[in-house]
Each structure stands twice: as C-alpha cells, then as structure tokens.
C-alpha cells in the first residue's frame, strides 16, 4: 500500500497575494525550484483572493501598499498581526 502512496506524483499548492514586495515572483520561484528538484511533482500557483472579490482584493491591496508607502513605522504590526490565528481565519473565510 505504501509504495501505491509513494509512486503517486505530488502535488504542491502554493498561495500568494498580490501585495507588492514580489510575493508573486517569489511563489514562481519557490514553484520551478520545485519542480527542478522533484520533477514528477506537479506545483500549482494560486492568488490567495479570488478573481472576483474585487471589494477584498482593494481593501488587502491598497492598504498593503499605503501602510508600506505611507506608514512603515505600522508595517511590522500589521506583518506580526497577520500571523495571528483569529486574523487567519477571518482571511479564511473571505
């Protein structure tokens, strides 16, 4: 049974938000490293907000970037608060 499991190819999601700082670019290359080092794995690249909740999408977007341009002194807050469990599952079930 196990090596039924293990002859399985992989597959390997990753999500990314479009929030400037190359998280983008970063998630393509985590995904071709990938699949240069387990060739049989297949790697997927999902934006983490649907294509269709522009509300969200504006809201995650533009603030990113204002408190990155306008504000850094608050960068590192809404970094460490965004590891929050409450905070994930709220950005979860958007």
């Known amino acids: 049974m196990r090596a039924h499991i ?3 190819p992989h597959r ?3 999500l ?3 929030t400037g700082g190359g998280h983008m670019a970063a998630a393509g290359a985590v995904a071709e490293r990938l ?3 387990y060739p049989s794995a297949r790697t997927f690249l999902l ?3 649907p294509a269709d909740s522009t509300f969200l999408r504006g809201t995650v977007e ?3 970037r204002l408190a990155g341009i306008r504000y850094p002194v608050l960068w590192p807050g809404i970094y460490e608060g965004s ?3 409450a905070v994930q599952d709220v950005a979860s079930f958007f």
């Open 6 to 8: 293990a002859a399985r």
């Open 12 to 14: 390997i999601l990753l």
């Open 16 to 18: 990314y938000l479009r």
């Open 35 to 37: 699949r240069d080092r």
């Open 47 to 49: 934006d983490g907000i």
């Open 62 to 64: 533009s603030g990113y």
């Open 83 to 85: 590891k929050l469990r």
